[in-house]
């Protein structure tokens, strides 16, 4: 059993940056992959970034590659999304959510999510 809370969300202007955390219980996080994804409203949720369980591998949404970056802290228990270079369209609740095996952009395959944490970007 995993229990992931996310934080570090908030209001930032076109262009700023953001970093989200996602806080995980449980002695045996190292064993996880870790993904991010996002519900703007009215869509359905969305992959942004993938990471697996010792931090070397790494996937990325298209329309978040160069801007956005996944990385792992195993010894803190947490999972982080630098966000720079933030756009209007990057405004939506975002999740982390973990799961056995390898990363994946399937929000179905991951068995473990976070309750979300809102990013507002104002143009």
């Known amino acids: 059993q995993v229990q992931l809370v996310e934080s570090g969300g908030g209001l930032v202007q076109a262009g700023g940056s953001l970093r989200l955390s996602c806080a995980a219980s449980?002695?045996?996080?190292?064993?996880?992959?870790m993904g991010w994804f996002r519900q703007a409203p009215g869509k359905e949720r969305e992959f942004v970034a993938a990471?697996?369980?010792?931090?070397?591998?790494?996937d990325y949404a298209d329309s978040v590659k160069g801007r956005f970056t996944v990385s792992r802290d195993n010894a803190r228990n947490t999972v982080y999304l630098q966000m720079n270079s933030l756009q209007p369209e990057d405004t939506a609740v975002y999740y982390c959510?973990?799961?056995?095996?390898?990363?994946?952009?399937?929000?179905?395959?991951?068995?473990?999510w976070g309750q979300g944490t809102q990013v507002t970007v104002s143009s």
């Open positions: 449980g002695r045996t996080f190292s064993r996880y992959a």
């Open positions: 990471i697996n369980w010792s931090g070397d591998s790494t």
């Open positions: 959510a973990a799961k056995s095996g390898v990363p994946a952009s399937n929000t179905y395959v991951y068995a473990y």
